[in-house]
């Protein structure tokens, strides 16, 4: 915050500030505190300094604070007499919250601290203390030389606001905010240096390169540390200071946005060439790594070889190091686009590259070059050619949005005055010109985003505060609902809630070997990049992600339980070899062509409702018995969801053979229901539990159909009961079905009591008992009753050999 | 013993039998010997008509008056000891009310279902409907369509699942906004909730999370309508008391584009130490905007003619909130011991 106080002036305490920002303009995602967040620190001389006497790393030193002497203990040896140190005072606050006392350290009072680098924000370095030259007057605070704490914002700058990545965009959108003035420093040095024309420049690679900026600064000294001011801003936004030379680009890059590059001219041969990487070409960056270049790479090289990646990272070879005198200094644009997709395929991004890739101001370039000749001329004593070389084929001009005043008010919602509008949009660097209520806006070209009207209506609609925009509802001309289909599929979800199951949520994706460990054999969709083979395929079926979820319950002590889970289920639908290049296209652009947008999809979804039983699904209480996942509990929850379905055995390879039904309603297929094939079960981990599984079309369920009332006579109901023997293997429900089928007019409902099998029974047969109650319009007697009886009962006997048992 | 003494004599052994007798089934003994078929007292009015007849009304009013007399004793006790009876037999009849009921299961819906439903329902409350599309989305809605071409660096912002070419699980529903647009004309009022993909996991992010989105085209629609709309929306889900507010933002398809926050619902801001809003005071709740010309464009609406705006939502993140759910993970793990927290 201190750095930005350099631009403009305002008196915001820090959490107005990021308040306001906020509101106004970007995010901020936090705020640091590096140095002495509150208190005193003074130039003081050591005077005497030696070992301490009751420990072996820690030193005492007299020293001098400017007319009175302190005893200050350290840990450090590297001051010595006559040295000048940063004392920090008791009662201080150190960034990291801890209040400084006057202490006694083995014995010895200490009176204060004298500071390192990092205990005064400057850098990382925590080796020794700072030792400060004889320009520091002993006694006078500290921070009349520079600011012994330092408050930092980490903005969140949105990828549309690049101009945001450096220092002065920072101030010139706070002073929009706050209707006030920024400074931009004026660059001003001596040149007179060795001519850059000695060296070529050569853009080949014109389309990923606008602009190109090279200037020689020589007579540098070499090996020499930036000054302490440079430094400590530097690492306060989060870089780390190097040399007098990198140090001088970087910071001219967080105050500009502009990234700024410095080779050791010394090492260039002959001039710079930006071209496309050669197959093959490799180069060894700074960070020591070996990258292999394409030709979509964009390379900076002299004429032997490549010294940089653009915009991302040089190699050690032409780095400007402690031995530079000579340096070659680029200010350049390259194409944002093809820094992002070099950046991604090498897995590299830098400070640089996080700039370039959002499209930076190829007009920043000039006065970067400027900002950093003058910063060159100070620590390193540098001087600037005279010439620049310069390639930029097509310079970008401002252009021109207009904004009309009733639609920024009607996008807003609230009154825009003229005034006001145009005042916010040049405090964002326009032009405006009036015209009848129209405002013409010469955009700079630093605000890239501002193309379109909307763009400015947001500038001006944040800037004015959108706290201001008064809250209102529109008037919506049509009546909400839900369509029948997204009713039901909430209705699902609320009845199987109710019958006591869980809805689970599921990912649904899952491992390659939920398809072999079910045996299911539809198109599997395949993801291309899955976080892991766990997850590189889509469901088919709603049954492994919940046997998954269900074995894991199980490994955390549950006795059982019920999950049941609404979603989709994916089949690959290749598209004919035919269609392939309709589908494409279909899939890059929306159009169809001729052909039927569904065909040209390739995965088809289908809504599922999967239901898991396992273990113990309800406890026993005190005197009711536990219930156990089976067939015919899950069976109950079909009957629920889909009345009148019918059940047919079906053989399923994940499924136990004798204990599984397909669900159809009607003729149509809807799902199926049963107790899971104890392999199976073995394989998801839930050996020698009892697991049952259904799994239905949700498209196909109807749980709840429309209501039709049916008259209703009050005359008193006939209960009758009928036991028969048939062979084992006839099914109960082909015997209910015949019952139906008969329609009978008397008959009001009919169920089944008990089967059993087993002595006195004969070997072979089981004894069916059926309850009858029937109902007519008028009392019945005995004899219609017992005729309807026997009409049922002599059809069983037809058609199943049935016997009546007596 | 005249017959009219031996009825007396009956009478008041009746009555002396009734009143000594200590349940139902003794009364109706008593009952049965007294005024049965074959009881002495039934006999003497049988033969009444063998009398003199100047005895035989004497007899009949005398028998008739003890009957009676009998009746009436034997109901009023009757009555009497029923009533003990059955007090007995209810004081038998007690159950250890403090044992458990025979156990009606509960069932349990996802906290992030429930917010969606909750959202949604709200906005159907205010005249919209709900649109839905497909998981497994095209390039062209997922991206192109909505100001996103190939190579722009908004795709990588948000990490892909990719399939088959020109395929993908959709990054988030707004394609479905784009799908309802090129069938539907003006007016458009509609919420997109669903499940949608990124390739992410850590506590705060899994693979698959939910969105709701909302979209609304019309004539003369303003940024205020928006600010009103999801105001109203937070008050729903969140409570009466909650404040909002925006924050510029930046997204591809709409322009202004705002963020909202939604002001905490536990502490208002008040607790330094609050879990839920970390102390901020607001919590991040949804990205908004109005609708860029663009979009409109692209889908053949006429951006002169109709405006709109557009928001999204992450119930499970506002869940997270609401439910004080710490970890994103436990939302799609199907843990019985989350799932019947809920």
């Known amino acids: 915050l201190n750095w930005l106080h350099e631009y403009l002036d305002y008196d915001l305490s820090a959490a107005e500030l990021v308040d306001l920002f906020s509101l106004r303009s970007q995010e901020i995602d936090g705020v640091y505190r590096l140095g002495v967040t509150d208190g005193e620190v003074v130039v003081g001389e050591v005077v005497e300094f030696g070992p301490h006497p009751n420990a072996d790393r820690l030193s005492v030193a007299k020293v001098d604070l400017g007319g009175r002497e302190v005893q200050i203990v350290a840990g450090a040896p590297n001051p010595y007499p006559g040295a000048r140190v940063a004392v920090v005072l008791p009662g201080s606050v150190m960034s990291n919250g801890t209040k400084l006392r006057e202490a006694k350290l083995r014995g010895l009072k200490s009176y204060g601290m004298m500071m390192s680098e990092r205990e005064l924000g400057i850098s990382a370095d925590h080796g020794g203390i700072l030792l400060l030259d004889d320009s520091y007057e002993v006694g006078r605070p500290v921070a009349d030389y520079f600011p012994v704490g330092e408050t930092v914002l980490d903005i969140d700058v949105t990828p549309n606001r690049p101009d945001l990545w450096g220092m002065i965009g920072v101030a010139r959108e706070l002073a929009a905010i706050l209707k006030t003035d920024y400074r931009v420093p004026e660059p001003s040095f001596e040149a007179g240096g060795e001519p850059t024309r000695d060296f070529g420049l050569r853009v080949e690679a014109e389309d990923l390169c606008p602009r190109y900026d090279l200037r020689r600064v020589s007579d540098l000294q070499a090996g020499q540390e930036a000054p302490l001011w440079m430094r400590r801003r530097i690492y306060a936004a989060g870089m780390r200071p190097i040399n007098a030379i990198v140090d001088a680009t970087n910071y001219v890059m967080l105050e500009t946005g502009q990234p700024i590059h410095a080779f050791d001219a010394a090492r260039v041969h002959e001039g710079i060439v930006v071209r496309r990487g050669r197959a093959g070409e490799k180069i060894t960056l700074l960070d020591g790594s070996t990258r292999v270049l394409n030709e979509e790479t964009l390379v900076i090289a002299d004429e032997e070889r490549g010294l940089v990646i653009a915009g991302i990272m040089g190699a050690e070879d032409a780095e400007v190091g402690e031995e530079t005198t000579d340096a070659l200094i680029e200010a350049a644009n390259f194409e944002g686009r093809n820094i992002i997709q070099t950046s991604q395929k090498l897995g590299l991004r830098t400070d640089a590259s996080g700039r370039f890739e959002r499209g930076l101001d190829p007009n920043m370039v000039a006065y ?156 599997v969709v395949a993801l291309e990049n899955p976080l892991s083979a766990e997850g590189g395929t889509l469901r088919t079926s709603m049954l492994p992600g919940l046997l998954d979820a269900m074995a894991r319950n199980r490994a955390f002590g549950t006795r059982g339980g019920a999950l049941f889970e609404l979603g989709n ?57 536990e219930i156990q996942a089976g067939f015919f509990e899950a069976k109950g929850l079909v009957e629920r969801l889909v009345p009148g379905a019918r059940f047919v055995p079906v053989a399923r390879p994940y499924l136990h053979p004798g204990r599984s039904a397909m669900v159809l309603v009607g003729e149509e297929e809807a799902g199926w229901v049963g107790e899971l094939h104890p392999e199976v079960a073995g394989k998801f981990g839930l050996r020698g539990w009892p697991i049952a599984a259904l799994e239905l079309d949700s498209d196909l369920c109807h749980p709840d159909p429309e209501p039709r009332f049916e008259p209703f006579v009050n005359v008193p109901a006939v209960a009758r009961d009928l036991a028969v023997l048939v062979e084992e293997r006839i099914p109960v429900g082909d015997m209910l079905r015949l019952v139906a089928d008969l329609q009978s007019p008397l008959l009001a409902e009919v169920r089944v009591f008990d089967v059993y099998a087993g002595s006195p029974v004969p070997e072979g047969y089981k004894s069916v008992a059926f309850g009858f109650t029937f109902q007519g319009q008028k009392t019945l007697t005995d004899e219609e009753v017992d005729s309807e009886v026997g009409c049922i009962r002599s059809k069983l006997e037809d058609e199943f050999d049935a016997r009546v048992r007596s | 013993m005249t017959v009219s003494e031996r009825i007396e004599q009956l009478k008041s052994e009746a009555l002396s039998a009734v009143s000594s007798s200590a349940s139902t089934a003794d009364l109706e003994d008593v009952r049965v010997r007294f005024l049965g078929r074959s009881a002495e007292l039934t006999e003497i009015k049988k033969s009444i008509g063998t009398l003199a007849p100047e005895e035989r009304k004497e007899v009949g009013r005398s028998s008739n008056l003890a009957s009676l007399e009998i009746e009436a004793a034997l109901g009023s006790r009757t009555e009497e000891v029923a009533a003990r009876e059955r007090e007995e037999r209810l004081r038998a009849e007690a159950v250890d009310v403090t044992l458990p009921g025979v156990p009606v299961q509960r069932g349990h819906l996802h906290p992030s279902q429930m917010v969606i439903d909750d959202v949604v329902d709200f906005f159907v409350g205010l005249g919209y409907r709900v649109a839905e599309g497909p998981e497994v989305e095209t390039d062209y809605f997922n991206f192109t369509a909505l100001g996103i071409p190939p190579g722009h660096p908004a795709r990588s912002m948000q990490d892909t699942f990719f399939l088959d070419e020109g395929l993908s699980l959709r990054t988030h529903t707004s394609a479905v906004q784009i799908r309802t647009m090129l069938v539907q004309g003006p007016p458009v009022y509609i919420v997109c909730p669903g499940r949608v993909y990124r390739r992410d996991s850590d506590p705060t992010h899994t693979p698959m999370f939910h969105q709701v989105e909302g979209l609304a085209v019309d004539r003369g629609l303003t940024l205020g309508h928006l600010k009103g709309t999801l105001g109203a929306m937070a008050r729903h889900v969140f409570g009466e008391d909650v404040e909002i507010r925006l924050r510029p933002s930046y997204f591809q398809y709409t322009e202004p584009s705002v963020e909202l926050d939604v002001s905490c619902f536990v502490c208002a801001g008040t607790d330094p130490a609050c879990k839920v809003c970390k102390g901020a005071g607001w919590l991040e709740m949804l990205g908004a905007g109005m609708v860029d010309p663009g979009v409109l464009e692209e889908v053949g609406y006429d951006p002169e003619e109709y405006t709109g705006y557009a928001f999204g939502m992450g119930p499970d993140r506002m869940a997270m909130v609401k439910y004080g759910v710490p970890d994103l993970r436990l939302f799609f793990e199907g843990d019985l011991r989350f799932l019947r927290q809920f």
């Open chain 1, 569 to 625: 289920v994916f089949f690959a639908d290749v598209p004919l070899d035919e269609l392939r290049e309709a589908a494409l296209l279909f899939r890059m652009t929306g159009e169809t062509g001729a052909h039927d947008a569904g065909g040209l999809m390739g995965v088809r979804e289908v809504g599922k409702v999967g239901v898991v039983l396992a273990g113990t699904v309800r406890p026993a209480g005190w005197n009711v018995p």
């Open chain 1, 368 to 523: 970067a070059m400027d900002r950093v000749s003058a910063m060159l001329t100070q620590a390193p004593g540098g001087k600037p050619a005279d010439d620049t070389l310069s390639h930029y084929p097509e310079p970008v001009e401002p252009w021109g949005v207009p904004l009309r005043l009733g639609r920024a008010e009607l996008l807003l919602g609230m009154p825009v005055q003229e005034d006001e509008a145009v005042g916010r949009l040049e405090a964002l660097g326009c032009e405006v010109e009036r015209e009848d209520g129209v405002l013409w806006a010469t955009v700079p070209t630093f605000r890239r985003d501002l193309r379109r009207e909307a763009d400015l209506v947001e500038e001006v609609g944040r800037l004015i505060g959108l706290d201001k925009v008064p809250e209102s509802l529109p008037a919506v001309p049509q009546a909400g609902a839900l369509t029948a289909a997204q009713h039901k599929i909430r209705l699902l979800r609320h009845l199987l809630a109710d019958l006591g199951l869980s809805e689970a949520i599921t990912y649904p994706f899952g491992p390659e070997r939920w398809k072999l460990d079910l045996g299911l054999d539809d198109g």
